[in-house]
């Protein structure tokens, strides 16, 4: 059964705005891509915005414009997606742990630091009792959401899925990963338009209304989505492409853009190089996390990215990797992998 996007709301250090050209992001002091964030007395009580955290009231406001986008008032399943949850939380639960000397510790805290509050406050502000769950798979796990709502909805378990991710980013958690040198200082080269572009770490929120309703507003049809872990070579990646294809019954000169996950660790980029000069060679090719920038769930950004695509019928200049033409994708795929662990790849269509 075919699955489609209905609505959409995201998050992310884009400004939110219909501009599909517009390329300016928010690079914090930090060094990192920072949300611009909406103001949430739109989406959230004030009284009750006061008590929740950052990151909570992002995932709430990205559900709120996704289901008015969508124009639907309470989905039948509620999934959501995150890599390390309310990380913002964590640390100061564990910091008051330490100050406290492990006595008389406040609950909130704690009680806002686990992965599944996010679905949890959406439910409590939607009034929502349906099916809800969270998936924490590191760099899948925003496909292993992905996966679930496509069998809730092949199943006839429900009609409309809401589905997100959302991850955010700290001062300590961006020193970790600087540490362990996750994050490298390297820069994605657009070479039709000679410059290059340096990709940091990010966050964001994005969700996006599926349904098996195959209407004129839809923004497009999910065809298929895989993942696989930890490939040997390259061989083994370009064969799990070829089958993915062939079960997808599209051909690989099908494909009007494929969107790859680039980031800012050169050593990371080899294998998406290799397809571009040889299993792809001579195809249109977008990056998208020098907009968002690299975090757990980043592949979420490009599937609203690619989306946006394929209703308007615009490719945005500054995510193109090399020079085409006014192209109007019709079909697009989107390959990503975390630290080159876990793969995915996800195909949609007009």
Known sequence: ???????????????????????????????????????????????????????????VSAAKMCLADAKVEAPDAIITATGLGCIEDTEKFIINIIQNDEKLLPPTSFIQSTHNTIGAQIALDLKCHNYNITYVNRGSSFEAGLFDSMMLLNEKEAQNVLLGSVDEITPNYLKIINRLGL?????????????????????????????????????????????????????????QISDFLEKSKIKKDELDVIVLGINGNGLLNEGYHQLMESYFRGMNFCAFKHCCGEYFTAVSFAVWMAARMLKSGMVPEETKLNAFGNVSPRKILIYNHYHNLEHSLILLSK
């Open 183 to 239: 994050c490298r200082n390297n820069t994605l080269t657009l070479s039709h338009q000679n410059k290059s572009i340096q990709i940091l770490p990010g966050e964001g929120s994005a969700f996006f209304l599926l349904t098996n309703e195959n209407r004129p507003e839809n923004y497009a049809r999910i065809v298929a989505a895989t993942t696989f872990f930890n490939p040997e070579n390259q061989d083994e990646i370009e064969s």
């Open 1 to 59: 059964m075919d699955i489609f996007i209905k609505g959409l709301g995201n998050i992310s250090s884009l400004p939110a705005s219909e501009n599909e050209n517009q390329s300016i992001n928010n690079v914090s002091n930090d060094g990192y891509l920072k949300c611009i964030e909406p103001d949430y007395k739109q989406f959230i009580n004030p009284a009750m915005a006061r008590r929740m955290s950052r990151i909570l009231k992002m995932g």
